[in-house]
Structure formats: structure tokens, C-alpha cells
T-cell receptor
Framework: NAGVTQTPKFQVLKTGQSMTLQCAQD?????MYWYRQDPGMGLRLIYY???????DKGEVPNGYNVSRLNKREFSLRLESAAPSQTSVYFC??????????????FGSGTRLTVV | QKEVEQNSGPLSVPEGAIASLNCTYS??????FFWYRQYSGKSPELIMS????GDKEDGRFTAQLNKASQYVSLLIRDSQPSDSATYLC?????????????FGKGTHLIIQP
């Protein structure tokens, strides 16, 4: 089925460990995004990629790095996990935004706990 | 700092009634507006988009936009228990590129059977 695939779905890390969250889309979208969702805080943009080869910081980029590997894949890396990074992470993709853009398609999310 | 404000709720509506969800936004240059539905433990799902002032209808859903008042709403007619979810309002500004949507924190809607 066409869509956005995220892996893993669940992860528990110890403080200081590193990991990479993977995201792939097969809708030929140009733009991809990483959000985190915390209770009472809503969805907040971490990083985005307007097109292959470009990445930019969003609202809450500290502690994260990203790689746009190709048009399909956009990964999020935590180099040294902290308890404050316990959250649900969503990857999303969209066509290049223009007047009348169609919004995002979200992946199923990764539930990350840092202990 | 762009802001999108929603009443967090919970908003409780009897089955069969009209549910009215509201959203205000701070960026007067905003051009595109979206409503997402999110069930507990699931990812957001796009249900409506609106770009011009006025109403847009899709089945039981109607989105309403008033750019002068910086206000967007979602009406759900003939509410069903399956409509119980958190509804997220999202706004895209007029800039080019892909700097992301700004989301409200969501309104928790409960449809009482």
C-alpha cells in the first residue's frame, strides 16, 4: 500500500545511547518532515527536507540530526538520547507546497522512551 | 512565532447532533488550512482542507474559513461515536518552500451514544 513507513514502532533507550529512526515514502513526494508529539504540546516540527539533498531546522531541532538519503528516505538520528526526548515521533511527506497544497501524509509513528 | 489556538476540550456532543470545532491562527499571511483527525495511539489523518473564505463541504464534514477574523472551523453533522477523536487544526503560511505546517494542540471530541 502506498504511504509513509516508519521503523521501529517502539523503542526503549538508555540515556546516552544513540539510534536512528527510519522513514520511507513511496508517493513520489518532494517534501518530508519529522515531528514530535508530546502531551499538552501538540505536534512540533523537528526538521524538514524540501527536496532531495536539502534539510532545514524546524522549531525543536536540538539533539537531533537528519539525513535525506534519497527522494524516498528521510532519517532522524538521536546521537545521545536524553529523557526529554521521550516522545512519539511522526514522519510525514507532501507534494511540494504551493497554493492549494494537499497537506501531509503521516507515518504510523515511533514511540520512544528514554530511561 | 506562528500560533494556532484550539480549545483542548473535551467537547462532549450527543450522537446525531452537530459538533463544532474552532481554531484561530496568528499569521495573517496564512493561505492553506487543514483539519486532521487523530484517534488515540494513531497517526493524524487528513479529513479536510480549505483555502478560500467561505464553506467547503465533504460528506458530513464542513470546513469554514474567515481570513479577516483569522478563524477556521469544522462542523461534523450527524455525529457518530466513531467521530470521537482529537481534531488537529493546521495552518500553512504564504511563504514558498516547505517549512512545514503549524499545528494546534487539538480538541478532544467525545460523541455520547
Amino acid at each position: 500500500n502506498a504511504g509513509v513507513t516508519q521503523t521501529p514502532k517502539f523503542q526503549v533507550l538508555k540515556t546516552g545511547q544513540s539510534m536512528t529512526l527510519q522513514c520511507a515514502q513511496d508517493m513520489n513526494h518532494n517534501s518530508m518532515y519529522w515531528y514530535r508529539q508530546d502531551p499538552g504540546m501538540g505536534l512540533r516540527l523537528i526538521y524538514y527536507s524540501a527536496s532531495e539533498g536539502t534539510t532545514d531546522k524546524g522549531e525543536v531541532p536540538n539533539g537531533y540530526n537528519v539525513s535525506r538519503l534519497n527522494k524516498r528516505e528521510f532519517s532522524l538520528r538521536l546521537e545521545s538520547a536524553a529523557p526529554s526526548q521521550t516522545s512519539v515521533y511522526f514522519c510525514a511527506s507532501s507534494e511540494a507546497f504551493r497554493q492549494g497544497g494537499r497537506g501531509y501524509t503521516f507515518g504510523s509513528g515511533t514511540r520512544l522512551t528514554v530511561v | 512565532q506562528k500560533e494556532v489556538e484550539q480549545n483542548s476540550g473535551p467537547l462532549s456532543v450527543p450522537e446525531g447532533a452537530i459538533a463544532s470545532l474552532n481554531c484561530t491562527y496568528s499569521d495573517r499571511g496564512s493561505q492553506s488550512f487543514f483539519w486532521y483527525r487523530q484517534y488515540s495511539g494513531k497517526s493524524p489523518e487528513l479529513i479536510m482542507s480549505i483555502y478560500s473564505n467561505g464553506d467547503k463541504e465533504d460528506g458530513r464534514f464542513t470546513a469554514q474559513l474567515n481570513k479577516a477574523s483569522q478563524y477556521v472551523s469544522l462542523l461534523i453533522r450527524d455525529s457518530q461515536p466513531s467521530d470521537s477523536a482529537t481534531y488537529l487544526c493546521a495552518v500553512r503560511d504564504s511563504g514558498g518552500g516547505a517549512d512545514g505546517l503549524t499545528f494546534g494542540k487539538g480538541t478532544h471530541l467525545i460523541i455520547q451514544p
